[in-house]
Nanobody
Framework: QVLLVESGGGLVQSGGSLRLSCAAS????????VNWYRQAPGKERELVAT???????NYADFVKGRFIISRDDAKNTVYLQMNSLKSEDTAVYYC???????????????WGQGTQVTVSS
């Protein structure tokens, strides 16, 4: 089991920055990847950024050049640095950890409670 706790959300003006944190506890050694998702009111949850066990990183096109995902293994924490924020970035941001069961090929997914990010124009 993995427990995820997000923090760092808040209200920021357009063009501003925020840094989200996702602190993991439990079976953190077995995490194969961590994702940040977001969900705006009335919209589906969408993938924002991914950092994998081997350090590879991927971003959604709509945040490339503005957001940076990173991790601190000593603190079992993944960060999402969000710069040049826009009103359309307003959403609840969720941290998601994935474990791969290499025997069955199935995925175990864990979610945090979410943190609200509001960007005022």
């Amino acid at each position: 089991q993995v427990l995820l706790v997000e923090s760092g959300g808040g209200l920021v003006q357009s063009g501003g920055s925020l840094r989200l944190s996702c602190a993991a506890s439990g079976s953190v050694f077995s995490i194969d990847g961590v994702n940040w998702y977001r969900q705006a009111p009335g919209k589906e949850r969408e993938l924002v950024a991914t950092i994998n066990r081997d350090g590879t990183i991927n971003y959604a096109d709509f945040v490339k050049g503005r957001f940076i995902i990173s991790r601190d293994d000593a603190k079992n924490t993944v960060y999402l640095q969000m710069n040049s924020l826009k009103s359309e970035d307003t959403a609840v941001y969720y941290c998601n950890a994935v474990q791969i069961d290499y025997l069955s090929g199935s995925l175990n997914k864990y979610w945090g409670q979410g943190t609200q990010v509001t960007v005022s124009s």
